[in-house]
């Protein structure tokens, strides 16, 4: 290349840098580069480690050390400066260098914080080479530590640390706590193993690969990293497949997983229905909706009926619904669906049978659920979940802390010697706020309860300890279903405990699927299912007591006045009088949650991971959960971003 034709390619790079410029502006946009001292005006020397000689992305180079001439470039480092200035005949002298055999060697100099850098010295040769579209460069680089804290970024950036200790790789930086846990997991590596060179490079080209094609579809339209949209199609695709896929094919598959992105990239990625949804009224609603008049139901469970009384539950809830249905309804069962494989061949099988609706039944299926969904994006689909950010399915649950909190009151009024335990099932989303609503039922009929808490998912017998101590009421885990012995036979629900050891049966929270089966086909059926969708948002139906979801069914053994109370707040949390958590309510650690003016938001009590100044007990870790229980607290884990993650297939 010559002179003249380095100079015709800073007039190309300029026109760009013009119009680069002005779009910023107009989007009220910082138009020049970042300045590091502007965001930190003091680094020490402590807090600053030496990375030495390495490529870095030239796509996460977004300023400069100083502010001296930031005016020269735009802020993607392209030139602002006419063609007559010094400036752009170094520039020219620059771009000619890198078109000639020999290239642009030299490295540059720059400081890096939170995954970002800063040039210290070399922005002419950064802008040189991203007009040319390079993808990385050599640098010198002095890394800057934040100073350690709670935030999800600086505690993200510190997961970062330990993952370029073995990998060596700057060009994943992820925002959130545990997405480097998930990264590694999807690529099937332990946490502090080594990459090894090849691994290094396959990686680096196959997700070079995916930004182009995410970048190619519109991707920064998305508040979202490639990285984290990359972690989302790991969940319906295998890395390998980065190797073997067309770029047409590759932007095909991205394409189906559209919405899901689009979801996760919200602030609040999903949309938390409390109330079931209402008809579409009128003949032309149902027309322009085109609702179906039957249709075919299928049911994937993981386990069967005989070894879980969860999946023996929801086929209750299945029969119901054919019951209630009628002819307007063709139900489908798959049971013993305990691998992807087998949960994947069942609802190929349902859709092959003419399924048009799908529920499975265990949040440890959403993963596999989801990848149908994408692949069969006509088909409603539904995993019994939570707070689950994709829109390609929905999920459900029930507000189980409604029932809880009148069990609480039950309790409350029982126990004569004030203590009563409680026996919780997993540390999941949706858990601590069962426990804190029956704290506080209890407190409202005794204002000195105290809840001794244990959980059923770590080792002991709790039962039996609280008989051994004296407590004379103990609440177990809810009812999978209505069934009548539940309650009797004292192993779920609500019991007092008398002299003699002897169990007697007081009240129990209780699921009733059928009914939620039943509110969701005849939402399809009506047209409201497709009015409620949000296709910005997931979509979680957490549904209560007044969608009759959820109940609390009653021992006849309660004294009268017992009963009246408890049917009383049966009745004012149905119709919306009566809110568990609108009072003042102190924490154990003594911070006040509540001050008794408001209510608690759906998403604040779904994402409650504290107990209230009664409850006598903790949050177990996952290190001291039953190995039995933690693929539940993995998939809906209050703490689930803190959680190793397991390797799942080789780089």
């Not at 545990?178 to 691994?199: H, I, T, V």
């Not at 309804?329 to 061949?345: G, H, K, R």
């Not at 089966?517 to 009506?526: A, F, L, P, T």
Request: net charge negative.
């Amino acid at each position: 290349m010559n002179r003249t034709e380095a100079f015709d390619e800073y007039a190309r790079a300029l026109r760009t840098g013009q119009r680069e410029y002005k779009e910023l502006v107009s989007a009220g946009q910082n138009p020049y580069p970042k300045v590091l001292d502007q965001i930190l005006p003091d680094i020490s020397a402590e807090s600053t480690q030496r990375v030495g000689l390495v490529e870095i992305p030239i796509e996460q180079i977004v300023g400069t050390r100083t502010g001296g001439r930031i005016w020269a470039f735009t802020a993607g480092f392209l030139p602002l400066l006419d063609e007559n200035s010094e400036f752009a005949s170094k520039w020219v002298s620059l771009c000619m260098a890198n078109l000639s055999d020999e290239g642009i060697r030299d490295p540059i100099e720059c400081f890096e914080y939170l995954g970002e850098f800063y040039i210290q010295e070399g922005n002419k040769r950064v802008s040189v080479l991203k007009h040319f579209g390079a993808a990385r460069i050599a640098a010198n680089v002095t890394r800057i530590l934040p100073q350690p804290d709670d935030s999800p970024r600086v505690k993200a950036y510190y997961e970062f640390l330990d993952f370029y200790k073995v990998s060596k790789l700057y060009n994943v930086q992820y925002v959130r706590p545990g997405d480097y846990q998930r990264l590694l997991s999807a690529l099937g590596k332990e946490p502090g193993e080594e990459w090894s060179d090849r691994e290094k490079l396959t990686f680096t080209a196959y997700f070079q690969y995916f930004r182009e094609a995410f970048h190619a579809l519109n991707g920064r339209m998305l508040d979202l990293k490639p990285e984290e949209a990359l972690l989302l199609w790991l969940q319906v695709y295998p890395f390998r497949d980065l190797g073997k896929l067309s770029t047409e094919e590759l932007k095909k598959t991205l394409s189906a997983i559209w919405e899901d992105l689009t979801a996760i990239a919200q602030p609040e990625p999903v949309k938390v229905e409390t109330a079931t949804p209402k008809a579409k009224s009128g003949f032309l609603g149902r027309i322009i909706t085109a609702t179906p008049e039957k249709l075919n139901v299928a049911f994937v469970h993981q386990l069967n009926c005989k070894r879980s009384g969860w999946i023996s539950a929801h086929d209750e809830g299945r029969a119901y619904l054919e019951d209630v249905m009628g002819a307007a309804v063709t139900t489908q069962s798959f049971f013993n669906c305990d691998t992807p494989e087998l949960a994947e061949a069942a609802m190929e099988e349902a859709i092959e049978n003419g399924a048009q609706v799908i529920f499975t039944t265990t949040p440890q299926l959403g993963r596999v659920t989801l990848k149908m969904a994408v692949k069969y994006p006509k088909i409603r689909f539904l995993n019994c979940s939570v707070d689950i950010p994709y829109s390609s399915i929905r999920t459900y649950y029930g507000r189980m802390y409604e029932a809880k909190f009148i069990t609480g009151a039950i309790a409350g009024a029982m126990a004569n010697n004030d203590h009563i335990g409680y026996i919780a099932a997993y540390p999941i989303f949706g858990e601590p706020a069962s426990i804190n609503a029956f704290a506080l039922g209890a407190q409202m009929t005794n204002p000195r309860a105290k809840i001794d808490l244990r959980w059923s998912c770590k080792p002991g017998t709790p039962v039996a300890d609280f008989i051994s101590r004296g407590i004379q009421v103990i609440s177990n885990r809810e009812v999978p279903g209505q069934d009548q012995m539940y309650l009797d036979f004292c192993s779920y629900g609500t019991y007092q405990v008398d002299e003699f050891g002897s169990l007697s049966p007081l009240g129990s929270p209780c699921w009733l699927w059928g009914k939620f089966y039943e509110n969701v086909v005849r939402s399809i059926m009506s047209g409201s299912w497709d009015s409620n969708r949000d296709e910005r948002r997931a979509v979680n139906y957490w549904w209560g007591m007044d969608s009759g979801v959820v109940d609390v069914r009653l021992s006849d053994k309660l004294p009268e006045g017992v009963r009246v109370l408890a049917e009383l707040l049966q009745k004012g949390i149905r119709n919306g009088t009566i809110d568990p958590f609108y009072r003042q309510i102190i924490a154990q650690d003594g911070s006040l949650k509540n001050d008794g003016s408001r209510t608690f938001t759906p998403d604040e009590i779904l994402h409650m991971d504290w107990l209230c100044q009664n409850v006598e007990g903790d949050i177990p870790r996952f290190d001291e959960i039953l190995p039995i229980s933690r693929a539940m607290v993995r998939e809906l884990g209050i703490y689930k971003d803190q959680i190793p993650a397991e390797k799942e297939a080789p780089l």
